[in-house]
């Protein structure tokens, strides 16, 4: 929820209202529209509004953002390109309930260690909207949602793939820390375009190697989709970088700057931030549990389960046996008849709210009441073990470095698709 906060307040403008329709906005409005997108606009209070954000996030570095005009387009053009994603999710039936709202937005009070209503009252007193904030939050979980969507329809990750990227060992070697910076160039470009292109970036280099810092070359002069977080690119092993890249990144060092570098979009700079050892052994501490589960239905609801597993409690702490009490009352049908017995597991593998109450147990301790979509649990920590896993957590690794790199060029290709395919009139110059 952290990241969706953090690319909430990047990409939508300060929590606006809803999307108006072209036909829906007074006549006396229409000269404040910045973009047409499909039967959409985007009105000049929204990208101010955006570009007031973007200021503030940077306001002790203010040379790092470019002119306003280049700021501007770059802004715009990130706000069509989600206004599209909502509209298409839209359009195959993809929605976010109210009650999925009213808990991602506990879930950011929580982690901000206040409760809802002193968030929204620190929001509006900083003058943010929150009903806009639900609504924009709405809208970063309709697009999440898409994604996983497409991930699921068009990505798959074979054994084989983990064991080729296994046996590689990058895993066990270094990471790298990168950023990138984009001069896109169009398909079938001309060579005078590859020139003009050559150019640019050269002089962006020569630029940097002078001193100006990579990032706000990056956020100033890239066309790339990260422009605006300076290019950062995150922590990546070779395996998760273009093979034409990494005998290059494999030989610089934290602080290099590559030379430009044409890629399937442009022409490229690479720059290694930092750089870390990736072959520590991976130690994760288990813990040993036995759960009893009691399910809200038609004919039990909530407050009735809840009051049952609360007795179940109080009779536990009595002294009577858990593992009886779960034989007898537990309708988890994976453990109830282990008397709840769930084996060895790590606290991370579970929801949040489940992972910390276990881990605010002592062995032999049972969690208060926690709730689920399913019902009513009781959690008691048996013994705990710090346990080697580190092929394991590799694997897993493997997997999600794959399944992400193809995750991030399969929804790249689809947000330039639904882009290329749609109606945009951006207006700004006229505005």
Do not use: C
Not at 415 to 423: A, H, K, L, P, T
């Amino acid at each position: 929820m952290t990241r969706i906060l953090l690319s909430l307040l990047l990409a939508f403008p300060l929590f606006a209202p809803a999307t108006l329709s072209a036909q829906a906005l007074p006549s006396n409005e229409l000269d404040g529209i910045v973009a047409v997108v499909e039967e959409d606009v985007i009105l000049r209070s929204e990208l101010n509004r955006a570009m007031e954000n973007i200021t503030q996030q940077y306001a002790a570095t203010p040379e790092q953002l470019p002119p306003r005009a280049s700021l501007e387009r770059q802004v715009l053009e990130r706000l069509v390109q989600m206004r599209l994603q909502i509209q298409r999710a839209d359009s195959i039936g993809i929605r976010v309930s109210d009650i999925e709202i009213d808990s991602a937005v506990q879930a950011i009070a929580q982690q901000n260690n206040v409760d809802v209503e002193q968030m929204r009252r620190q929001m509006e007193a900083d003058g943010y909207s929150f009903q806009g904030f639900r609504e924009s939050l709405r809208d970063e979980m309709v697009i999440q949602r898409m994604r996983s969507r497409i991930m699921q329809s068009r990505v798959s990750v074979s054994d084989t793939e983990i064991d080729i990227m296994l046996a590689r060992g990058n895993l066990r070697g270094k990471q790298y820390q990168i950023a990138n910076l984009l001069v896109g160039l169009p398909d079938g470009a001309t060579p005078e375009q590859i020139t003009a292109a050559r150019e640019k970036i050269e002089g962006i280099r020569k630029l940097i190697v002078e001193g100006m810092e990579f990032p706000a070359a990056a956020i100033r002069y890239s066309d790339g989709p990260n422009a605006l977080e300076g290019g950062d690119l995150g922590w990546r092993s070779l395996d998760e970088i273009p093979a034409s890249f990494v005998n290059l990144i494999g030989e610089m060092k934290p602080g290099d700057v590559s030379e430009p570098l044409r890629g399937p979009s442009g022409l490229q700079l690479i720059y290694v931030r930092d750089m870390r050892d990736g072959s520590q052994v991976r130690m994760v501490q288990e813990v040993k549990l036995r759960d009893i589960m009691i399910r809200t239905t038609e004919l039990v609801d909530d407050a009735s389960a809840r009051a049952r597993v609360e007795a179940l409690r109080a009779r536990a702490i009595a002294g009577e046996d858990f593992g009886e009490l779960a034989r007898e009352h537990s309708q988890n049908t994976a453990s109830a008849s282990l008397g709840g017995d769930m084996g060895w597991t790590s606290p991370a593998s579970f929801p949040p709210d489940f992972s910390r109450a276990i881990l605010e147990l002592k062995d032999g301790e049972i969690t208060q009441p926690i709730h689920s979509p399913q019902g009513w649990h009781l959690m008691q920590r048996m013994a705990t073990r710090e346990q080697d896993r580190t092929e394991d957590l590799l694997r897993d690794e493997a997997r999600q470095m794959i399944s992400r790199r193809k995750a991030d060029e399969e929804f790249e290709r689809f947000v330039r698709q639904i882009r290329d395919e749609s109606y945009v009139d951006m207006r700004l110059s006229s505005s």
